[in-house]
């Protein structure tokens, strides 16, 4: 099998998987008091978010570019009761960020709710707003989704990406565990989840040039797929992606035949709800890394040659 025939069908059995399991991103009607209202929300923002990839990136064939339609109607219309469940969530949890991380991707996508949309404004204007205190990558990510949006972001993005772990370009071998998902979530800010590359910084571009082989080596061997799928998603994002060709088969035979992808090591087993919250984000990732790859690699192809 070619890589690009590879990739390809790493992000096809993903996307046929959570088209399979949809009903898995339930909301809760009566959600634990201790977990928030809007605990089950952010996994549908990032479903929006990887859909919006697809289909910007124009390689998905009509199959998979009809089940991501699919996937966004029933998420926004059927579990998000066509926005109104958002709303409902910022009445409750008025501080929180998430509706708005939530909604901005189904707005890029033309799903509105134009009283959701007044009360994210009021809210942003909010001093408390401003002052919630979050981990530098979040503060980064609030300040993209809030120009996105169209407010002035609480903080500039400059200002957001100085603090982060990445912008200070640390030693390479101490970025492991949740450090190394400040870092990806890094890159996804500043790129705009990969549409914009020239968004990384130079030294930042080439701080990650320089080492993400080495890390994809190490989470390979580890077999932390979930945490794999994110940095081949960085590579994606590079001004010159690697397409690391290792690190792809060994992602693509992490793989389950129905298209599942596993956190870590194997496949969990279990209730069939639980499983789906262990899986859903690697799988998610799966589609996600695939679609930049074959954008990138397909952009190769076509690319004329050197005179």
Same mark, same amino acid.
């Given at each position: 099998m070619s890589g690009i025939q590879q990739i390809h069908d790493v992000g096809a059995k993903a996307l046929g998987w959570l088209h399979e399991h949809r009903d898995g991103f339930r909301l809760? %009607? %009566?959600? $634990?008091?201790? /977990?928030?209202?809007? %605990? =089950?929300?952010?996994?549908? &923002?990032e479903l929006a978010l990887i859909c919006k990839v697809i289909f910007r990136e124009g390689v +998905? &064939?009509?199959?998979?570019?009809?089940?991501s339609h699919q996937l966004l109607d029933h998420a926004w219309h059927r579990l998000l009761d066509s926005g109104e469940r958002l709303l409902t969530g910022q009445r409750h949890e008025p501080l929180s960020p998430i509706p708005l991380e939530v909604y901005v991707p189904f707005r890029e996508l033309g799903? =509105?709710?134009?009283?959701?949309?007044? +009360? @994210? *404004?009021?809210?942003? *204007?909010?001093? !408390? !707003? +401003?002052? @919630?205190?979050?981990l530098p990558v979040r503060r980064l990510g609030l300040s993209a989704i809030e120009r996105r949006f169209g407010v002035e972001p609480n903080t500039p993005e400059t200002a957001a990406l100085a603090h982060t772990w990445l912008a200070r370009r640390p030693e390479p071998w101490t970025v492991e &565990?949740?450090?190394?998902?400040?870092? /990806?979530? /890094?890159?996804?800010?500043? /790129? $705009?989840? &990969?549409?914009?590359?020239?968004g990384l910084p130079v030294d930042v571009a080439d701080y990650l040039a320089l080492w993400l082989p080495a890390w994809l080596d190490d989470w390979l061997d580890l077999g932390r797929w979930d945490l794999l799928g994110e940095l081949l998603v960085v590579d994606a994002c590079l001004p010159e992606p690697t397409l690391d060709a290792a690190a792809w088969q060994g992602f693509a035979q992490a793989q389950q035949p129905d298209g599942a992808m596993p956190v870590a090591g194997d496949m969990p087993e279990g209730d069939e709800e639980e499983v789906f919250d262990l899986v859903y984000h690697p799988t998610l990732v799966a589609a996600f890394a695939s679609a930049l790859a074959l954008s990138r690699a397909l952009s190769d192809l076509t690319s004329p040659a050197p005179a």
């Amino acid at each position: 099998m070619s890589g690009i025939q590879q990739i390809h069908d790493v992000g096809a059995k993903a996307l046929g998987w959570l088209h399979e399991h949809r009903d898995g991103f339930r909301l809760e %009607d %009566d959600p $634990d008091p201790e /977990t928030g209202y809007l %605990d =089950r929300f952010k996994p549908l &923002g990032e479903l929006a978010l990887i859909c919006k990839v697809i289909f910007r990136e124009g390689v +998905a &064939g009509s199959q998979q570019s009809a089940l991501s339609h699919q996937l966004l109607d029933h998420a926004w219309h059927r579990l998000l009761d066509s926005g109104e469940r958002l709303l409902t969530g910022q009445r409750h949890e008025p501080l929180s960020p998430i509706p708005l991380e939530v909604y901005v991707p189904f707005r890029e996508l033309g799903f =509105r709710h134009p009283e959701l949309e007044v +009360a @994210l *404004r009021l809210n942003h *204007r909010l001093s !408390s !707003s +401003a002052a @919630l205190e979050v981990l530098p990558v979040r503060r980064l990510g609030l300040s993209a989704i809030e120009r996105r949006f169209g407010v002035e972001p609480n903080t500039p993005e400059t200002a957001a990406l100085a603090h982060t772990w990445l912008a200070r370009r640390p030693e390479p071998w101490t970025v492991e &565990g949740h450090i190394a998902y400040d870092v /990806t979530h /890094t890159v996804f800010h500043l /790129t $705009d989840w &990969g549409e914009k590359p020239a968004g990384l910084p130079v030294d930042v571009a080439d701080y990650l040039a320089l080492w993400l082989p080495a890390w994809l080596d190490d989470w390979l061997d580890l077999g932390r797929w979930d945490l794999l799928g994110e940095l081949l998603v960085v590579d994606a994002c590079l001004p010159e992606p690697t397409l690391d060709a290792a690190a792809w088969q060994g992602f693509a035979q992490a793989q389950q035949p129905d298209g599942a992808m596993p956190v870590a090591g194997d496949m969990p087993e279990g209730d069939e709800e639980e499983v789906f919250d262990l899986v859903y984000h690697p799988t998610l990732v799966a589609a996600f890394a695939s679609a930049l790859a074959l954008s990138r690699a397909l952009s190769d192809l076509t690319s004329p040659a050197p005179a």
